[in-house]
C-alpha cells in the first residue's frame, strides 16, 4: 500500500529511513519515473513510499504523520524568488530550480 509520496526522492527517503528504524519493511516505487515528468501528471511522477504487510500500515501512517508535523513545526516553508515553487523550511534551496533560499545564505 502506498503511505506517502512527495516531489522529491530524498523526503521519501528520508521517511523510508524513520519506518525502517522503527522496523516497518518498507519500499520506495516510482524512483526513477521523475524523467518522465511531463508526460504524466506531476503527483504521479513522484516517488513513493510503500508498506507491505498491512498490520503495520497503522504504524507506519502515525509516523509518517509525526514525521510531516516535526519537519513543518521545525521550519516554516519558504516560496522560491524566481519559480514561485512553494519550498519545505528543512531545504536551502529550491528543489525546482535550485535558487537559494532567501533567508538562508550559504554559510
Ligand atoms: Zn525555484
Redesign the pocket.
Known amino acids: 500500500m502506498r503511505i506517502y509520496s512527495a516531489p522529491v526522492l530524498a523526503q521519501v527517503a528520508n521517511i523510508r529511513h524513520i519506518l525502517e528504524m522503527h522496523g516497518i519493511a518498507c519500499r520506495i516505487q516510482g524512483e526513477y519515473r521523475s524523467g518522465a515528468a511531463g508526460e504524466i501528471p506531476p503527483t504521479e511522477a513522484w516517488p513513493e513510499l510503500w508498506v507491505d504487510d498491512p498490520a503495520q500500515l497503522a504504524e507506519a501512517q502515525r509516523l509518517v504523520d509525526e514525521a510531516i508535523q516535526s519537519a513543518d513545526t521545525a521550519q516554516p516553508g519558504w516560496t522560491?524568488?524566481?519559480?514561485?515553487?512553494v519550498?519545505e523550511g528543512q531545504f536551502g534551496a529550491?528543489?525546482?530550480?535550485?535558487?537559494d533560499c532567501p533567508d538562508n545564505p550559504p554559510a
Do not use: Q
Open positions: 522560491c524568488p524566481s519559480c514561485r515553487e519550498n529550491c528543489w525546482n530550480c535550485g535558487t
